[in-house]
């Protein structure tokens, strides 16, 4: 095996302004390695246009700086959802954001893994899943990006909250080649993996590959969490300052799963939290 390269660390940018204007320049004054951004607006379905211009300077300004890109879906897609309408909007919303990911040169396109909404309907939103997007997956062009899969917080009858959840979440979606993950820690530990313990990181990341097969991982949001564990609530904290600590992100940089899989920041503080964290998880890694 060739040496370990350390994973890049970076934040999710805001684009006002533009992608080249707006996030690039964030992800510098931040010092981001890598940056993921929104295409279009994260709690709405109107999809917005790129501008030509803009997205080159970008691709290109990302080159120049080695900064691989992802894209977040809105938060709105989910296409477990009972109702007719929501699973029509999300196909759209997804085809948008790796079409977009895909002019913009995203290594990935992150969604979240859904819910079936309302009880006793979960293999009902599973059958929706795999009708809905597999031919999704298929209409990716070579070259473009993955789509990565987040587990989510739990509650609410999530499709995939608990890591173990992803296995058959890849099942009814055949192992498609297209297909990865995005493993946010503030997430797991609200859907009760423990990684505040020493080796807690380690061990999600092993029932990840357990769960999936190696390879799968595509991103890490390296979040702490401003609730306690189990309790299926998304609310990000800066590192250190949440209720996993600053020590178990350590982790992250020695388990074989993660080798050459970047880390992004979604924590509060804007700017100034983002230079901040992204400071901390260096001196963890290169420390
Ligand atoms: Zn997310
Ligand atoms: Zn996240």
């Known amino acids: 095996m060739p040496p370990r390269r350390p994973s890049r660390i970076g934040a999710h940018a805001p684009t006002a302004g533009g992608l080249s204007r707006g996030a690039l320049r964030y992800a510098g004054q931040v010092g981001a390695e ?4 929104f295409v279009s607006n994260p709690r709405g379905w109107a999809p917005s246009t790129g ?31 009972p109702t007719a ?6 196909v759209v919303a997804l085809r948008h954001a790796l079409g977009r990911g895909a002019e913009i040169g995203a290594r990935g396109v992150v969604v979240h893994a859904g819910s079936a909404v309302a009880g006793a309907r979960r293999e009902e939103a599973l059958g929706q899943l795999r009708e809905l997007l597999l031919p999704v997956l298929d209409a990716v062009p070579d070259g473009g990006p993955r789509l990565l899969v987040e587990p989510t917080a739990g509650g609410g009858q999530a499709l995939a909250a608990r890591v173990e959840d992803l296995a058959e979440y890849f099942d009814v979606l055949e192992q498609h080649p297209r297909l990865g993950v995005c493993l946010d820690t503030c997430h797991a530990y609200a859907a009760g993996h423990d990684l505040a313990e020493p080796g807690g990181v380690r061990a999600v990341l092993s029932a990840l590959v357990k769960a999936v097969g190696r390879g799968r991982l595509g991103l890490v949001h390296a979040n702490d969490s401003r609730d306690p564990l189990g309790s299926t609530r998304d609310r990000h904290a800066a590192l250190g300052q949440g209720d996993i600590g600053l020590d178990p992100f350590g982790e992250l940089f ?13 924590t509060p503080g804007g700017a100034d939290g983002h230079r901040r964290d992204i400071a901390l998880l260096r001196a963890l890694r290169d420390g």
């Open 34 to 37: 890598v940056v993921q951004v």
């Open 254 to 266: 020695v388990h074989p799963a993660t080798r050459d899989v970047p880390l992004v920041v979604e």
């Open 51 to 81: 501008d030509a211009r803009d997205d080159h300077a970008f691709r290109e300004g990302c080159a120049a700086g080695k900064i691989p890109v992802f894209v977040h879906a809105p938060y709105l897609v989910n296409l477990g959802s």
């Open 85 to 90: 309408a929501t699973r029509a909007k999300s």
